[in-house]
Protein backbone atom coordinates (compact mmCIF):
# COMPACT_ATOMS: atom_id res chain seq x y z
CA UNK A 1 0.00 0.00 0.00
CA UNK A 2 1.31 3.01 -0.77
CA UNK A 3 1.72 5.81 1.60
CA UNK A 4 -0.09 9.19 2.33
CA UNK A 5 2.48 11.41 0.58
CA UNK A 6 1.98 14.54 -0.48
CA UNK A 7 3.33 16.69 -3.21
CA UNK A 8 6.60 17.88 -1.17
CA UNK A 9 7.18 14.35 -0.17
CA UNK A 10 6.09 14.52 3.48
CA UNK A 11 4.77 11.38 4.96
CA UNK A 12 1.48 11.41 6.81
CA UNK A 13 1.10 8.61 9.59
CA UNK A 14 -0.19 10.55 12.43
CA UNK A 15 -3.82 11.37 12.65
CA UNK A 16 -5.70 13.77 15.24
CA UNK A 17 -9.12 12.98 16.58
CA UNK A 18 -10.88 15.75 18.14
CA UNK A 19 -14.14 13.67 20.12
CA UNK A 20 -16.05 17.45 20.80
CA UNK A 21 -16.15 21.11 20.50
CA UNK A 22 -16.71 21.71 24.69
CA UNK A 23 -14.43 22.22 27.01
CA UNK A 24 -14.92 22.97 30.56
CA UNK A 25 -12.67 25.76 31.32
CA UNK A 26 -12.17 29.01 29.03
CA UNK A 27 -8.49 29.55 28.06
CA UNK A 28 -8.73 33.33 27.10
CA UNK A 29 -6.68 32.69 24.11
CA UNK A 30 -8.74 30.01 22.98
CA UNK A 31 -12.85 30.66 24.12
CA UNK A 32 -14.80 33.80 25.05
CA UNK A 33 -16.00 33.37 28.49
CA UNK A 34 -19.52 33.52 27.52
CA UNK A 35 -21.41 33.18 24.34
CA UNK A 36 -20.07 29.95 23.34
CA UNK A 37 -22.15 27.94 20.46
CA UNK A 38 -21.39 24.64 20.11
CA UNK A 39 -22.06 21.89 17.96
CA UNK A 40 -25.70 20.30 18.37
CA UNK A 41 -24.99 16.65 19.49
CA UNK A 42 -25.99 15.34 15.91
CA UNK A 43 -23.29 17.32 14.07
CA UNK A 44 -20.50 15.20 16.27
CA UNK A 45 -18.86 11.82 15.06
CA UNK A 46 -20.01 8.79 16.53
CA UNK A 47 -17.92 6.34 18.39
CA UNK A 48 -19.00 4.03 15.12
CA UNK A 49 -18.01 6.57 12.74
CA UNK A 50 -14.75 7.40 14.04
CA UNK A 51 -13.53 3.78 14.42
CA UNK A 52 -14.59 3.13 10.80
CA UNK A 53 -12.23 6.72 9.14
CA UNK A 54 -9.32 5.26 11.28
CA UNK A 55 -9.48 2.09 10.32
CA UNK A 56 -9.48 3.14 6.80
CA UNK A 57 -6.63 5.77 7.73
CA UNK A 58 -4.34 3.36 9.53
CA UNK A 59 -4.43 0.76 6.25
CA UNK A 60 -3.13 4.22 4.20
CA UNK A 61 -0.08 3.95 7.05
CA UNK A 62 -1.55 6.19 9.61
CA UNK A 63 0.09 4.94 12.56
CA UNK A 64 -0.08 6.82 15.44
CA UNK A 65 -3.54 8.60 16.86
CA UNK A 66 -4.20 11.71 19.30
CA UNK A 67 -7.33 12.20 20.85
CA UNK A 68 -8.34 16.25 21.57
CA UNK A 69 -11.13 18.34 22.26
CA UNK A 70 -12.14 20.95 22.93
CA UNK A 71 -11.69 19.02 26.16
CA UNK A 72 -11.98 15.06 25.02
CA UNK A 73 -13.03 13.73 29.08
CA UNK A 74 -16.26 16.04 28.66
CA UNK A 75 -17.04 13.64 25.79
CA UNK A 76 -19.36 10.63 27.59
CA UNK A 77 -18.30 7.89 27.52
CA UNK A 78 -14.78 8.00 25.99
CA UNK A 79 -12.96 5.33 27.46
CA UNK A 80 -15.29 3.34 24.94
CA UNK A 81 -13.73 4.64 21.79
CA UNK A 82 -9.99 4.74 23.59
CA UNK A 83 -10.28 0.93 23.91
CA UNK A 84 -11.80 0.55 20.28
CA UNK A 85 -8.68 2.63 18.76
CA UNK A 86 -6.28 0.46 21.04
CA UNK A 87 -7.26 -2.69 19.14
CA UNK A 88 -6.99 -1.55 15.67
CA UNK A 89 -4.13 -3.39 14.22
CA UNK A 90 -1.48 -1.31 13.21
CA UNK A 91 -2.00 1.43 15.60
CA UNK A 92 1.33 1.98 17.28
CA UNK A 93 0.90 5.04 18.90
CA UNK A 94 -2.24 6.47 21.03
CA UNK A 95 -2.16 8.79 23.25
CA UNK A 96 -4.81 11.75 24.53
CA UNK A 97 -4.26 15.55 25.32
CA UNK A 98 -6.84 16.97 28.25
CA UNK A 99 -6.76 19.80 30.56
CA UNK A 100 -6.76 17.32 32.97
CA UNK A 101 -9.88 19.01 35.30
CA UNK A 102 -11.70 15.36 35.05
CA UNK A 103 -8.40 13.21 34.93
CA UNK A 104 -8.87 12.36 38.78
CA UNK A 105 -12.03 10.72 37.89
CA UNK A 106 -10.94 8.92 34.40
CA UNK A 107 -7.17 8.39 34.46
CA UNK A 108 -8.11 4.16 35.88
CA UNK A 109 -10.38 3.78 33.11
CA UNK A 110 -8.20 5.08 30.23
CA UNK A 111 -5.66 3.21 31.46
CA UNK A 112 -7.84 0.19 31.67
CA UNK A 113 -8.89 0.93 28.28
CA UNK A 114 -5.49 1.00 26.77
CA UNK A 115 -4.57 4.28 26.54
CA UNK A 116 -0.37 4.63 27.98
CA UNK A 117 0.78 8.39 27.00
CA UNK A 118 -0.99 11.39 28.25
CA UNK A 119 -0.64 15.16 27.70
CA UNK A 120 -2.02 17.76 30.58
CA UNK A 121 -2.56 21.43 29.62
CA UNK A 122 -1.00 23.87 32.04
CA UNK A 123 -0.11 26.91 31.97
CA UNK A 124 0.69 28.01 35.49
CA UNK A 125 0.85 26.76 39.12
CA UNK A 126 -0.36 29.90 40.63
CA UNK A 127 -3.73 29.53 41.73
CA UNK A 128 -4.86 33.28 40.62
CA UNK A 129 -3.41 33.26 37.23
CA UNK A 130 -4.64 30.03 36.53
CA UNK A 131 -8.05 31.74 37.18
CA UNK A 132 -6.91 34.46 35.05
CA UNK A 133 -6.04 32.70 32.62
CA UNK A 134 -9.17 29.63 32.65
CA UNK A 135 -11.37 31.70 34.17
CA UNK A 136 -11.94 28.62 36.71
CA UNK A 137 -10.80 27.58 39.80
CA UNK A 138 -9.42 24.33 39.22
CA UNK A 139 -5.96 23.69 39.80
CA UNK A 140 -6.18 21.91 42.48
CA UNK A 141 -7.94 19.29 40.58
CA UNK A 142 -5.72 19.58 37.38
CA UNK A 143 -2.80 18.70 39.98
CA UNK A 144 -4.83 15.68 41.84
CA UNK A 145 -5.22 14.61 38.14
CA UNK A 146 -1.46 14.84 37.49
CA UNK A 147 -1.06 12.69 40.41
CA UNK A 148 -3.77 10.06 39.79
CA UNK A 149 -2.16 9.46 36.52
CA UNK A 150 1.29 9.08 37.19
CA UNK A 151 0.07 6.99 39.99
CA UNK A 152 -2.14 4.65 37.81
CA UNK A 153 1.19 4.35 35.57
CA UNK A 154 0.94 6.83 32.79
CA UNK A 155 4.19 7.75 31.63
CA UNK A 156 6.25 9.71 30.78
CA UNK A 157 3.30 12.31 31.03
CA UNK A 158 3.68 15.48 29.25
CA UNK A 159 2.88 19.23 30.59
CA UNK A 160 2.01 21.40 27.47
CA UNK A 161 2.11 25.25 28.47
CA UNK A 162 1.21 27.73 25.90
CA UNK A 163 3.68 30.83 26.30
CA UNK A 164 1.98 34.28 26.50
CA UNK A 165 4.72 37.23 26.41
CA UNK A 166 4.07 39.58 29.78
CA UNK A 167 2.04 37.04 31.15
CA UNK A 168 3.99 33.39 31.80
CA UNK A 169 6.99 34.75 32.69
CA UNK A 170 6.98 33.57 36.25
CA UNK A 171 5.54 30.73 35.68
CA UNK A 172 8.45 29.10 33.12
CA UNK A 173 10.45 28.06 36.11
CA UNK A 174 8.25 27.26 38.50
CA UNK A 175 6.88 24.68 35.58
CA UNK A 176 10.30 23.33 34.86
CA UNK A 177 11.44 22.53 38.46
CA UNK A 178 7.92 21.24 38.75
CA UNK A 179 8.78 18.97 36.17
CA UNK A 180 12.16 17.84 37.30
CA UNK A 181 10.76 16.79 40.86
CA UNK A 182 7.70 14.68 39.70
CA UNK A 183 9.35 13.42 36.62
CA UNK A 184 6.82 15.43 34.26
CA UNK A 185 8.11 16.49 30.63
CA UNK A 186 6.95 20.33 30.47
CA UNK A 187 6.57 21.48 26.79
CA UNK A 188 6.32 24.87 26.07
CA UNK A 189 4.02 26.14 22.95
CA UNK A 190 4.51 29.45 21.31
CA UNK A 191 1.11 31.05 21.37
CA UNK A 192 -0.57 30.98 18.21
CA UNK A 193 -2.85 32.66 15.72
CA UNK A 194 -6.04 30.61 17.02
CA UNK A 195 -7.90 32.10 19.32
CA UNK A 196 -11.70 33.37 18.98
CA UNK A 197 -11.30 36.70 19.63
CA UNK A 198 -8.49 37.95 17.97
CA UNK A 199 -6.03 38.62 20.46
CA UNK A 200 -2.64 37.27 19.14
CA UNK A 201 -0.27 39.61 17.68
CA UNK A 202 3.74 38.43 16.97
CA UNK A 203 4.91 40.76 20.38
CA UNK A 204 2.55 38.46 22.16
CA UNK A 205 4.63 35.60 21.59
CA UNK A 206 7.27 34.41 24.19
CA UNK A 207 9.92 32.75 22.05
CA UNK A 208 11.40 29.30 22.54
CA UNK A 209 14.82 30.98 22.71
CA UNK A 210 13.86 33.35 25.30
CA UNK A 211 12.50 30.61 27.34
CA UNK A 212 15.60 28.54 26.92
CA UNK A 213 17.67 31.08 28.16
CA UNK A 214 15.59 32.05 30.95
CA UNK A 215 15.75 28.27 32.45
CA UNK A 216 19.47 28.03 31.56
CA UNK A 217 19.89 30.98 33.60
CA UNK A 218 17.62 30.18 36.37
CA UNK A 219 18.01 26.21 36.17
CA UNK A 220 20.92 25.02 34.59
CA UNK A 221 21.92 25.14 30.70
CA UNK A 222 19.81 23.17 28.32
CA UNK A 223 21.11 20.96 25.79
CA UNK A 224 19.33 19.81 22.69
CA UNK A 225 19.01 15.87 22.70
CA UNK A 226 20.29 14.29 19.74
CA UNK A 227 18.91 12.10 16.91
CA UNK A 228 15.07 12.82 17.70
CA UNK A 229 12.01 12.51 14.77
CA UNK A 230 13.19 15.08 12.96
CA UNK A 231 8.73 15.12 11.89
CA UNK A 232 7.94 15.38 15.60
CA UNK A 233 6.40 19.46 16.29
CA UNK A 234 8.77 19.39 19.82
CA UNK A 235 12.50 19.97 20.00
CA UNK A 236 13.24 18.78 23.49
CA UNK A 237 16.09 19.61 25.82
CA UNK A 238 17.34 17.85 28.71
CA UNK A 239 18.68 19.77 31.64
CA UNK A 240 23.01 19.80 31.89
CA UNK A 241 22.95 18.21 34.89
CA UNK A 242 21.11 15.41 34.16
CA UNK A 243 17.49 15.99 35.94
CA UNK A 244 14.85 16.26 33.36
CA UNK A 245 13.71 17.63 30.21
CA UNK A 246 11.71 20.09 28.73
CA UNK A 247 10.30 20.71 25.31
CA UNK A 248 9.24 23.69 22.85
CA UNK A 249 6.47 23.70 20.06
CA UNK A 250 7.92 26.86 18.31
CA UNK A 251 5.31 27.25 15.50
CA UNK A 252 5.98 30.66 15.17
CA UNK A 253 9.34 31.70 15.82
CA UNK A 254 10.79 28.19 14.29
CA UNK A 255 7.98 27.06 11.91
CA UNK A 256 8.26 23.26 11.42
CA UNK A 257 6.34 22.65 8.10
CA UNK A 258 8.50 20.92 6.28
CA UNK A 259 8.64 18.49 8.42
CA UNK A 260 4.75 17.53 9.03
CA UNK A 261 3.37 14.68 9.42
CA UNK A 262 0.02 15.10 10.62
CA UNK A 263 -3.73 15.27 9.18
CA UNK A 264 -6.77 16.14 11.63
CA UNK A 265 -10.61 14.86 12.02
CA UNK A 266 -12.55 17.80 13.41
CA UNK A 267 -15.28 16.47 15.86
CA UNK A 268 -18.19 17.45 13.17
CA UNK A 269 -16.08 14.83 10.50
CA UNK A 270 -13.79 17.38 8.49
CA UNK A 271 -10.56 16.11 7.43
CA UNK A 272 -7.91 19.12 7.26
CA UNK A 273 -4.29 18.75 6.44
CA UNK A 274 -3.07 21.50 8.40
CA UNK A 275 -3.81 23.13 11.89
CA UNK A 276 -4.26 26.26 9.81
CA UNK A 277 -5.92 25.25 6.80
CA UNK A 278 -8.22 26.82 5.09
CA UNK A 279 -10.16 24.70 3.48
CA UNK A 280 -11.24 21.42 4.81
CA UNK A 281 -12.90 17.75 3.29
CA UNK A 282 -16.36 16.89 4.31
CA UNK A 283 -15.87 12.74 5.40
CA UNK A 284 -18.82 13.04 7.95
CA UNK A 285 -21.04 13.18 4.65
CA UNK A 286 -19.16 10.28 3.34
CA UNK A 287 -19.61 8.05 6.15
CA UNK A 288 -23.69 9.13 6.79
CA UNK A 289 -24.74 8.49 3.50
CA UNK A 290 -22.69 4.53 2.85
CA UNK A 291 -19.25 5.18 0.49
CA UNK A 292 -17.51 2.52 0.82
CA UNK A 293 -13.84 2.29 2.50
CA UNK A 294 -12.32 2.54 -1.25
CA UNK A 295 -13.98 6.01 -1.84
CA UNK A 296 -13.21 7.17 1.94
CA UNK A 297 -9.58 6.26 1.23
CA UNK A 298 -9.17 8.09 -2.22
CA UNK A 299 -11.01 11.18 -0.33
CA UNK A 300 -7.97 10.95 2.32
CA UNK A 301 -5.44 10.52 -0.26
CA UNK A 302 -6.68 13.75 -2.01
CA UNK A 303 -6.97 16.25 1.19
CA UNK A 304 -3.37 15.21 1.99
CA UNK A 305 -2.40 15.50 -1.82
CA UNK A 306 -3.90 18.65 -1.51
CA UNK A 307 -1.76 20.05 1.69
CA UNK A 308 0.12 23.47 1.25
CA UNK A 309 3.79 23.75 1.96
CA UNK A 310 3.05 25.47 5.35
CA UNK A 311 1.23 27.72 7.31
CA UNK A 312 2.88 31.15 6.71
CA UNK A 313 2.34 32.90 10.37
CA UNK A 314 5.21 34.58 9.82
CA UNK A 315 4.44 35.45 6.39
CA UNK A 316 2.11 38.86 5.14
CA UNK A 317 0.10 36.26 3.42
CA UNK A 318 -1.14 34.62 6.76
CA UNK A 319 -4.93 34.21 6.80
CA UNK A 320 -5.97 32.81 10.20
CA UNK A 321 -8.54 29.87 9.96
CA UNK A 322 -12.07 30.21 9.61
CA UNK A 323 -12.62 28.41 12.97
CA UNK A 324 -10.77 28.87 16.88
CA UNK A 325 -9.05 26.36 18.08
CA UNK A 326 -11.26 24.89 20.48
CA UNK A 327 -13.40 23.94 17.13
CA UNK A 328 -10.48 22.74 14.88
CA UNK A 329 -9.04 20.27 18.08
CA UNK A 330 -5.75 20.64 20.01
Known amino acids: MKPLVDTFDRIHDNLRISVTD ?4 RCFYCMPEDGVKFM ?18 VSLGVTKLRVTGGEPLVRKDLPVLIQKLAAIPGVQDLALTTNGVLLG ?11 RRINVHLDTLDRERFKQITRRDDLDRVLEGLETARRVGFGPIKINAVAVKNLVEPDIVPLARFGREYGYEIRFIEFMPLDSQGLWGRENVLTADEIIAMLSREIAPLVEIPDRDPRAPATEYEFADGIGRVGFIASVSRPFCLNCNRVRLTSDGKLRYCLFAIEETDIKALLREGAPDEEIAATIRSTVQRKWIGHEINSSKFVAPPRPMYSIGG
Request: charged residues 35%; aromatic residues 10%; hydrophobic residues 40%.
Open 105 to 115: RDAKVLYDAGL
Open 22 to 25: RCNI
Open 40 to 57: PRQEILSFEEIERFVRVA
